[in-house]
Nanobody, 122 residues
Framework: QVQLVESGGGLVQAGGSLRLSCVSS????????MGWFRQAPGKEREFVAT????????SYKESVQGRFTISRDNAKDTVYLQMNNLKPEDTAIYLC???????????????WGQGTQVTVSS
């Protein structure tokens, strides 16, 4: 069972930055594709970013392209989400997920963290 623990969320003003981290308990972390998703109150969970096992291939939700950067450090079993120029509409619980394919679909991910709250004030 892979356990994922997110951190780094918080309250920030519009235009600010946050860096989210997600640490895995799995020693074969490098064998998983990793993704970040978010869920706002009353809304469905949505894809934010994904990264392949080697950290070279990345894909982003169009509205965060150019503002968010996903990266990973396989030596530290950690995936990151650097979020710049944050907007109020980015407010949500951010969750990391581990899966066996490069996918933007939540159903393709097998393991999920509990999430970290990101709140952007205007």
């Amino acid at each position: 069972q892979v356990q994922l623990v997110e951190s780094g969320g918080g309250l920030v003003q519009a235009g600010g930055s946050l860096r989210l981290s997600c640490v895995s308990s799995e020693r074969t972390f490098s064998s998983y594709y990793m993704g970040w998703f978010r869920q706002a109150p009353g809304k469905e969970r949505e894809f934010v970013a994904t990264i392949n096992r080697g950290g070279v291939m990345k894909s982003y939700k169009e509205s965060v392209q150019g503002r968010f950067t996903i990266s990973r450090d396989n030596a530290k079993d950690t995936v990151y989400l650097q979020m710049n120029n944050l907007k109020p509409e980015d407010t949500a619980i951010y969750l990391c997920a581990a899966g066996r394919s490069f996918s933007t679909q939540a159903q393709d991910y097998d393991y999920w963290g509990q999430g970290t709250q990101v709140t952007v004030s205007s």
